[in-house]
């Protein structure tokens, strides 16, 4: 029988209303791009747990479908996977961008020249820029892997070329908050991407961040990420740079807790140790590297581990480690009631 650590998000929905899409007040990302670009294979693949290589066999997205995450009151989001051929223009609901906190336009990175999906993204971000100025964009110059994109150097030459053609199409008429990203399905690149895109959903973020930053100096960490399990996006981490080498293995460490836990865990009521860790959110895992720094990861609540980078020699305590992980975890729940109430912050 197929083995989940934690039950999984629905399927993405078809939507035939556009008023039934805008309804409800869920954080929105809007995901949009020419045809055939990749936009319903990255939510497959970072939020269905999809393998890369399954995705060459996806059907072209006919309509607007709806991809709706749930796992607790922080993470709660939903995604609209605009079909290539659906036009946003001036005659556009202004509900939908009213509704919406980011906007992401996938570009085919293996379509060289990019002039007409260029012009496609200027039109989107005067649109949705115009209705809400407080809509931030994320261009993903996508499906960077195969041979010719093999040095990075080659990466950076095509975002420059795109960043560039794009700023003289909107000609600083557009004063809006615009990222770049190159990424694929096939690395970490597409999940670190999204982590950042699923960060400015998050109101109660800035107190994420600064109790990360006390539990890593109180605990002398080197990094703290908080992770969604399911999808291994981190939703949080502490106000140091994030390295990419070290989000890696993190992320790689919750794939084998997930695959231990599914092959070996068994609890003493016969039910698999996914269905404790669920209701418990007790699991702890260490992995200890030959750099002389170690892996530690804590379940803190359904679906949510915190994962950190610590030195060998500061884990000698590690009584008092978890006490300040006990700690945090008290807070994180004192951040859900505040979500729930509609709060931003702790009082």
Same mark, same amino acid.
């Given at each position: 029988?197929?083995?989940?650590?934690? /039950?999984?998000? =629905? =399927?993405?929905?078809?939507?035939?209303?556009?008023?039934?899409?805008? +309804?409800?007040?869920? /954080?929105?990302?809007? #995901?949009?791009?020419?045809?055939? =670009?990749?936009?319903?294979?990255?939510?497959?693949?970072?939020?269905?747990?999809?393998? /890369?290589?399954?995705?060459?066999?996806?059907?072209?997205?006919?309509?607007?479908?709806?991809?709706?995450?749930?796992?607790?009151?922080?993470?709660?989001?939903?995604?609209?996977?605009?079909?290539?051929?659906?036009? &946003? @223009?001036?005659?556009?609901?202004?509900?939908?961008?009213?509704?919406?906190?980011?906007?992401?336009?996938?570009?085919? +990175?293996?379509?060289?020249?990019?002039?007409?999906?260029?012009?496609? +993204?200027?039109?989107?971000?005067?649109?949705?820029? *115009?209705?809400?100025?407080?809509?931030?964009?994320?261009?993903?110059?996508?499906? $960077?892997?195969?041979?010719?994109?093999?040095?990075?150097?080659?990466? !950076?030459? &095509?975002? *420059?070329?795109?960043?560039?053609?794009?700023?003289?199409? #909107?000609?600083?008429?557009?004063?809006?908050?615009?990222?770049?990203?190159?990424?694929?399905?096939?690395?970490? !690149? &597409?999940?670190?991407?999204?982590?950042?895109?699923?960060?400015?959903?998050?109101?109660?973020?800035? $107190? #994420?961040?600064?109790?990360? @930053?006390?539990?890593v100096t109180n605990s002398r960490m080197e990094k703290a990420y908080l992770f969604d399990v399911l999808s291994k996006v981190?939703? +949080?981490?502490? /106000?140091?740079?994030?390295?990419?080498?070290?989000?890696?293995?993190?992320?790689?460490?919750?794939?084998?807790?997930?695959? $231990?836990?599914?092959?070996?865990?068994?609890?003493?009521?016969?039910?698999? &140790?996914?269905?404790?860790?669920?209701? @418990?959110?007790?699991?702890?895992?260490?992995?200890?590297?030959?750099? =002389?720094?170690?892996?530690?990861? *804590?379940?803190?609540?359904?679906?949510?581990?915190?994962?950190?980078?610590?030195r060998e020699e500061n884990f000698d305590r590690q009584h008092l480690l978890d006490y300040n992980i006990k700690v945090f975890?008290?807070?994180?729940?004192?951040?859900?009631?505040?979500a729930r109430t509609g709060g931003v912050a702790l009082t």
């Amino acid at each position: 029988p197929k083995c989940l650590l934690f /039950p999984s998000c =629905g =399927g993405a929905m078809a939507v035939n209303n556009m008023e039934e899409m805008v +309804a409800d007040s869920t /954080p929105t990302v809007l #995901l949009c791009g020419p045809h055939r =670009g990749g936009k319903t294979s990255i939510l497959k693949v970072v939020f269905q747990k999809m393998s /890369p290589h399954e995705t060459l066999f996806l059907e072209t997205t006919p309509k607007v479908e709806v991809t709706s995450i749930a796992r607790n009151d922080l993470v709660k989001f939903k995604f609209l996977d605009f079909p290539g051929s659906a036009l &946003i @223009d001036d005659q556009t609901d202004p509900m939908l961008f009213n509704k919406t906190g980011v906007v992401v336009f996938v570009i085919d +990175a293996q379509e060289d020249p990019y002039s007409d999906a260029v012009c496609a +993204a200027k039109k989107v971000i005067e649109v949705a820029h *115009r209705i809400n100025p407080k809509i931030s964009f994320d261009i993903l110059i996508h499906k $960077v892997d195969g041979d010719q994109f093999f040095s990075d150097d080659h990466k !950076t030459e &095509i975002q *420059r070329d795109i960043h560039s053609k794009l700023m003289d199409e #909107l000609q600083d008429k557009v004063d809006a908050q615009i990222n770049f990203h190159c990424t694929s399905i096939y690395d970490h !690149t &597409i999940f670190e991407t999204f982590s950042k895109i699923v960060q400015k959903l998050i109101p109660q973020l800035p $107190v #994420l961040e600064q109790c990360l @930053d006390l539990l890593v100096t109180n605990s002398r960490m080197e990094k703290a990420y908080l992770f969604d399990v399911l999808s291994k996006v981190y939703i +949080a981490s502490d /106000p140091q740079p994030v390295d990419l080498q070290s989000y890696e293995l993190c992320s790689d460490m919750i794939d084998v807790v997930v695959d $231990v836990s599914c092959i070996y865990g068994l609890a003493e009521d016969g039910n698999s &140790i996914a269905s404790s860790i669920e209701k @418990d959110a007790t699991s702890s895992c260490v992995i200890h590297l030959n750099n =002389g720094t170690l892996l530690y990861l *804590r379940e803190v609540d359904r679906c949510l581990a915190l994962v950190c980078i610590l030195r060998e020699e500061n884990f000698d305590r590690q009584h008092l480690l978890d006490y300040n992980i006990k700690v945090f975890k008290e807070t994180l729940m004192e951040l859900f009631k505040s979500a729930r109430t509609g709060g931003v912050a702790l009082t």
